[in-house]
């Protein structure tokens, strides 16, 4: 069974600060692995997607890493902002997605 | 707009009172599943379908039903609630065709008592 964990459960920093968000799972034959963001009382919102042949993906201020081999994947933000303050989470789809518990950020302006 | 839309999205319900969580998405979308979000538990799938009149259990089926008449809509049904079923509830659906990117809806909050 996937175990998917994120680490660490909360993070505080000052804007402007780069934000590191890790996640580990344990079997690496994925399909994909998916960053969300996540406001409280609200739903998922995607944030990256990176296919299993692929070891990176960028967004703006955000970036992706995918190394399957470690079973590892690190999200990036750049010069975080207030805004940023929310609940990462990533899932993990070997044709069955399964969830980290999340990470959550607060960016202290 | 790409929207996965619940309903509704705040209920407090008796033990035992039938309910049924609506969900649709207007994205053609092949793939649906429901979830349920409970603090130190995360995320646990519920059920999913793959297509029309194609469902399937999840990590935490039991007390749940859901069908696939439409390809739009995936409805959650509590035929008995329990008040360990009450939790945050998300559908969502996703395509292949567009690499599985998944759309959650706003989540339904639901407490039985």
């Known amino acids: 069974k996937q175990e998917v964990t994120q680490i660490p459960a909360a993070l505080s920093v000052p804007e402007g600060e780069n934000l590191v968000l890790n996640c580990s799972f344990t079997d690496s034959a994925i399909y994909n692995l998916q960053w969300f963001r996540q406001d409280p009382g609200k739903g998922l919102t995607s944030l990256l997607l990176?296919?299993?042949?692929?070891r990176e993906q960028t967004s703006g201020r955000l970036n992706a890493s995918l190394d399957k081999s470690s079973g590892r994947s690190t999200l990036y933000i750049a010069a975080s902002q207030p805004g940023d303050s929310a609940t990462y989470l990533c899932?993990?789809?070997?044709?069955?997605?399964?969830f980290g518990a999340g990470t959550t950020v607060t960016v202290r302006a | 707009e790409a929207q996965v839309t619940q309903n509704p999205r705040y209920l407090i319900t008796v033990t035992g009172k039938k309910l049924t969580v609506t969900c649709s998405q207007n994205?053609?979308?092949?793939?649906m599943s429901w979830y349920r979000q409970d603090p130190g538990l995360g995320l646990r799938q519920i059920y999913y379908s793959m297509n029309v009149e194609v469902t399937d259990k999840g990590d935490v089926p039991e007390g749940y039903k859901v069908s696939r008449k439409e390809k739009r809509n995936f409805p959650l049904i509590l035929e008995s609630p329990s008040p360990n079923q009450t939790s945050l509830y998300f559908c969502?659906?996703?395509?292949?065709?567009?690499?599985?990117?998944?759309?959650f809806g706003e989540g339904s909050w639901l407490t039985v008592v």
């Open positions: 990176i296919q299993s042949s692929q």
């Open positions: 899932a993990v789809d070997d044709y069955k997605l399964s």
């Open positions: 969502a659906s996703s395509s292949l065709q567009e690499g599985n990117t998944i759309y």
């Open positions: 994205m053609n979308h092949e793939y």
